[in-house]
């Protein structure tokens, strides 16, 4: 029979080992099945969406490449069709860009706008048979100029989520952004069009129908043809480069080489050495700092390189030409850096890294201890709202309810 004593030391023996238990983390293992889940192949062949053979939109139009001056405009049908454009700056519309080829993928790039300035706009859609389809008003914005305010959207990693993109992409229509960023990983397998349209433009529709996304490519979009068929982008497409407002953005594709010497870094040493912008934005899908607690080694066996080091390659560039923030996805989470420099925190002259992976994919988790980089992380759903005027940058980053969870301003 046990007595008192030994009761009370087999009691606290076992609050010792619930006490262990619920301190021990093993992340490795949960997020690895998270991984590898999300890279088994897909059956592409039942991908096809639902169709009744009415004549409909398979992907409601979305906005591209807004300049100054021009706006290219997308949308497909589940059917051929001649499409029309109608538009001019209040109603009723008076101009109008058609095509008069019936086809399913539309692209039409509207050009001699007014810079700066909204729109009001209707896709309309003909077959030969003569059904008819059109859409109700919708708008959009030529870019501002250098001195006027703007704002831009971060979203990434909207992989097979459609109820979590579609709260991301709701709430972040809320803040009426000029354009949006999304930090890769758009699909979870870019081999599927049911995920096309049903995980990324079918939840993000209402959003991009009103400001353009300006996409870079992740490891699951598998570098397939959809990416570059559903998004308009400048040659060679997979690196672009962009100005809106005071900023030059410039987006590469970290799946690729980014070593010295290759293409993309080459381009961007140059891209970045002509850059006259007062900020200079970078994003990639790889981040080049991160505290993920297992994709870059074990963090609990200190084996941790903290970050991808093909991405790495660039925070030379980076710090040389004075990059302001560079944005990343494909941590499934939320982690802005300290300013770094030369491998430590600089305040004055570092570079900011912001991995922004809370679009829908499913999340993971930053490493027991704390890196020497990290400001600030989370592990959550989550959006960035940026907003601008001349050498003043408002950072804002909420979840999926609408909650604040992280902000910094930068000045110049
Ligand atoms: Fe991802
Ligand atoms: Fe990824």
Excluded at 299 to 320: F, I, P
Aim: charged share 25%.
């Amino acid at each position: 029979m046990m007595t008192s004593i030994g009761k009370m030391v087999g009691a606290l023996a076992c609050v010792g080992l619930l006490v262990a238990v619920a301190l021990y983390q093993a992340p490795s293992q949960d997020v690895s099945k998270q991984e590898k889940k999300q890279e088994a192949p897909k059956d592409v062949k039942k991908d096809a969406p639902v169709d009744d053979g009415k004549l409909a939109f398979v992907i409601k139009p979305y906005l591209q490449f807004p300049t100054r001056d021009s706006i290219t405009i997308m949308w497909e049908t589940n059917k051929p069709a001649k499409g029309k454009i109608e538009y001019s700056e209040k109603t009723p519309l008076t101009e109008k860009a058609e095509v008069s080829e019936a086809k399913d993928l539309h692209e039409i790039t509207l050009k001699n706008l007014k810079p700066s300035t909204p729109y009001v706009y209707k896709v309309s859609v003909l077959t030969d048979e003569g059904e008819k389809l059109e859409t109700k008003y919708l708008n959009f914005m030529t870019a501002v100029g250098p001195d006027e305010a703007y704002s831009f959207g971060i979203i990434g990693d909207t992989q097979a989520n459609a109820k979590v993109t579609g709260q991301i992409a709701a709430h972040l229509f809320e803040r009426r952004p000029h354009f949006v960023v999304h930090c890769g990983d758009v699909v979870d397998d870019g081999r599927s069009k049911r995920m096309w349209v049903h995980e990324l433009f079918g939840p993000c529709s209402e959003l991009f129908s009103y400001a353009a996304v300006f996409p870079t490519i992740g490891n699951h979009e598998r570098n397939h043809a959809n990416y570059y068929k559903y998004f308009s982008l400048p040659k060679p497409k997979y690196y672009y480069q962009y100005s809106y407002g005071n900023a030059d953005f410039f987006v590469i594709d970290s799946n690729k080489s980014l070593k010295p010497g290759t293409e993309q870094y080459m381009w961007l040493e140059k891209a970045l050495s002509e850059s006259k912008a007062k900020w200079k934005f970078a994003y990639h899908h790889h981040p080049g700092w991160s505290s993920d607690a297992d994709d870059y080694g074990k963090s609990w066996e200190g084996k941790s390189v903290w970050g991808d080091m093909n991405a790495r390659n660039l925070v030379t560039l980076y710090e040389k030409y004075n990059l302001d923030i560079a944005f990343n996805g494909h941590i499934h989470l939320y982690e802005r850096t300290w300013p770094l420099r030369g491998n430590k925190v600089d305040r004055a002259t570092g570079v900011h890294y912001i991995t922004s992976g809370g679009g829908g994919g499913s999340l993971e988790v930053v490493a027991n201890l704390p890196s020497w980089f990290k400001s600030q992380c989370r592990t959550d759903f989550h959006y960035c709202y940026v907003v601008i005027h001349q050498g003043r940058l408002e950072f804002k980053v909420y979840d999926v309810k609408g909650n604040l969870f992280d902000s910094f301003e930068l000045n110049k």
